[in-house]
């Protein structure tokens, strides 16, 4: 699976962007899908995971309830819509694939394939 993600860009505080990854191959509907970030000089963050149904989410504390992941098996595309961002929210965001898995899948040891990545950059 190859894995690209979009979107990011510069926002100011408070407002909202949407990422996109797109997958490759014809087996995404069998993938758990998570999004981390990682920003300078800090280690790479967890934020959240949904299974390869969709049927169940899962969040980072420090973005539930203003990110939401979500996918579109026909489109082979996970997303993460981001509100009410803030300057903390700064990093490249990378999006991951995991075949199959009954784990939470907070750690980024737990996938199997990454995105590139996409910078998001918040003004305050």
């Known amino acids: 699976v190859q894995l690209q993600a979009s979107g990011g860009g510069l926002v100011q505080a408070g407002g909202s962007l949407s990422l996109s990854c797109a997958a490759s191959?014809?087996?995404?509907?069998?993938?758990?899908m998570g999004w981390f970030r990682q920003a300078p000089g800090k280690e790479r963050e967890f934020l959240a995971r949904?299974?390869?149904?969709?049927?169940?989410?899962y969040y980072a504390n420090s973005v539930k309830g203003r990110f939401t992941i979500s996918r579109d098996n026909v489109k082979n595309t996970v997303y993460l819509q981001m509100n009410n961002l803030k300057p903390e929210d700064t990093a490249v965001y990378y999006c991951?694939?995991?075949?199959?898995?009954?784990?939470?899948?907070?750690?980024?040891?737990?996938?199997?394939?990454w995105g590139q990545g996409t910078q998001v950059t918040v003004s305050s």
């Open positions: 191959g014809r087996t995404f509907s069998s993938y758990d």
């Open positions: 991951a694939a995991r075949f199959l898995s009954r784990g939470i899948l907070e750690s980024g040891s737990e996938y199997d394939y």
């Open positions: 949904i299974r390869w149904s969709g049927g169940s989410t």
